[in-house]
């Protein structure tokens, strides 16, 4: 902003070029809004007089400089009629300020990583389902698989969970014939899938995925039917599971 009326502004050729590039880059639209302020601005009262000028530049939508001035009888008139202007050209023609370019609501200066996800809490055990009167055995013959082989029976008091590669479970089946309260090693293992796991202990208890899915032993009370199945290396039969029941 200057004091001095009537002296003509110092152009520059950087300026110059500026200036034709805005003019080539402004819409239509825009060029007809700011050739009908400046008509206006032109069409005002002549102030040979004026005392005082008020200067400023915008920026247009595509990135270009736009330099808009007026004059007044003092410097602080001029700058109330640029005022004016200049918020006619903000609202109507979305120019601002290359002082103060626009910012995002917010600058994160951090990033958090987020915590990784914990392991399921393991549920309780569930209540063993209350015995039943067994089933009248049918006359019908024993399966081929069953019908060489003894099945034997124990009373388990704990399990083990241990999940294994390939989405499968290895339970270990406790009892307390060797050792109080629960024996040293189980007495049959048996591996699967969790949902025919699931199924397995179907008869003894509300028992879910969930309860199959970490490491955990659990204490229990039912009945482990199983048999002898092929030999080992040393030579003596691995123990197969067949049922469980209350």
Not at 155 to 177: A, D, L, R, S
Not at 207 to 236: C, I, M, P, Q
Request: some cysteine; proline content about 10%.
């Amino acid at each position: 902003m200057t004091d001095k009326p009537g002296m003509p502004l110092p152009y520059t050729q950087e300026q110059l070029a500026e200036a034709q590039e805005a003019i080539v880059n402004l819409t239509p639209e825009a060029y007809l809004e700011l050739t009908e302020l400046i008509n206006s601005l032109q069409e005002q009262v002549r102030l040979p007089e004026a005392g005082g000028f008020a200067w400023v530049e915008m920026m247009s939508p595509l990135g270009a400089k736009i330099s808009f001035g007026d004059r007044a009888e003092s410097s602080v008139a001029a700058l109330r009629r640029l005022r004016k202007g200049l918020a006619y050209a903000v609202k109507e023609m979305h120019l601002s300020s290359p002082k103060a370019p626009m910012q995002p609501a917010s600058q994160p200066t951090t990033q958090t990583t987020p915590a990784a996800p914990g392991a399921p809490a393991v549920p309780s055990a569930p209540a063993v389902a209350a015995p039943s009167a067994p089933a009248a055995p049918a006359a019908s013959v024993q399966p081929a698989a069953l019908s060489t082989h003894t099945i034997k029976s124990f009373g388990c008091v704990q399990i083990e969970v241990t999940p294994v590669v390939g989405g499968k479970v290895k339970v270990g089946f406790y009892g307390n014939t060797h050792k109080q309260p629960v024996d040293e090693y189980a007495t049959v293992y048996a591996t699967d899938a969790l949902p025919k796991m699931v199924a397995t202990f179907a008869p003894v208890g509300a028992w879910t995925e969930d309860h199959f899915k970490a490491a955990a032993k659990y204490d229990v009370s039912f009945t482990v039917d199983y048999r002898e199945g092929r030999l080992n290396s040393k030579g003596k039969p691995y123990l197969d599971l067949v049922a469980l029941r209350p």
